[in-house]
């Protein structure tokens, strides 16, 4: 398969995803056409479905496409039938194949079982455009083809889109919760109204709660008799820190004052020589 087919393929089966909620596996239904088409080329169906989708597939078959494959006699074509799962149709006596499909797919206008169809019937396909989210399948020549996106299905996924964006800002309902009498929504009990008909009450609401009586609450004095003896014997674990510099130059000043002490000893001790002489020069001068 070619690369930009693939994925146009992929865009596809992501919008049948999202959009119409289809999930994996998905369920397959082939008719007896695109059986016998495969066969008689000697295509391997289901790989040939696994390529086109690209996810897991379970390939389906009603009791009336395995009639009209009997009626054909072809036995690869039985035989390869016969390994995919029955989907019970619920018709008593085999209808057209075509309008056996079509009554299991299109229930109301709605897919809804989310059914992908391959079928070599160009009728069956055109009536089953008209049903939005129903991929269809056939064979062309030796190429498995997934059909575009039809108009109804285009036109319900742009629906669907604008619904999402505009739903909640142009509702005023949307994202409330409406609790019943045991304080739950009413999705618990399926938004059915009580035994007697009449719409649940709802709860009162309260008004707004006290504060944490934890954080009113006031902190304990200390005794001060326990702080006091608390004190004490910090006091005494206390030790005064002696600081050697200090000392050393309390040392300092100590000697440099003693040593000031000796000098101005010796100086006092100088002076009355020093005057003695001079004295008994003065004498000599006087006798000569």
Not at 252 to 277: A, V, Y
Request: glycine share 8%.
């Amino acid at each position: 398969m070619r690369q930009k087919r693939a994925k146009s393929y992929k865009k596809q089966m992501n919008v049948y995803h999202y959009t119409f909620k289809f999930r994996e596996p998905y369920q397959i239904v082939v008719d007896n056409e695109i059986v016998l088409t495969c066969s008689n080329a000697s295509y391997d169906i289901s790989k040939g479905l696994t390529r086109t989708i690209q996810a897991e597939n379970k390939p389906m078959i009603t009791q009336c496409c395995i009639q009209a494959l009997y009626n054909s006699k072809n036995q690869d074509a039985i035989n390869l039938a016969k390994t995919y799962e029955r989907r019970k149709c619920n018709h008593r006596e085999a209808i057209d194949p075509a309008e056996c499909i079509k009554s299991i797919v299109d229930i109301k206008g709605e897919n809804k079982h989310r059914y992908v169809v391959a079928t070599q019937n160009l009728d069956l396909r055109r009536k089953l455009r008209q049903v939005p989210g129903v991929p269809l399948i056939y064979m062309n020549r030796s190429v498995m083809v997934m059909e575009p996106l039809s108009d109804a299905s285009a036109k319900y996924s742009e629906e669907w889109e604008t619904k999402k964006l505009t739903g909640g800002l142009n509702d005023l309902q949307a994202g409330k919760v409406v609790e019943n009498e045991e304080g739950g929504d009413d999705g618990d009990n399926g938004g059915v109204n009580g035994e007697d008909g009449a719409p649940p009450a709802r709860k009162k609401r309260k008004g707004p709660k006290g504060p944490n009586p934890l954080s009113i609450k006031k902190k304990k004095k200390a005794d001060p008799v326990s702080n006091g003896g608390n004190e004490d014997s910090e006091k005494k674990n206390r030790r005064k820190r002696k600081h050697k510099k200090s000392e050393e130059t309390r040392g300092g000043e100590g000697e440099e004052g003693e040593t000031g002490g000796s000098k101005s000893d010796e100086d006092n001790k100088r002076q009355p020589t020093e005057s003695s002489t001079t004295q008994s020069n003065a004498d000599q001068e006087e006798v000569v």
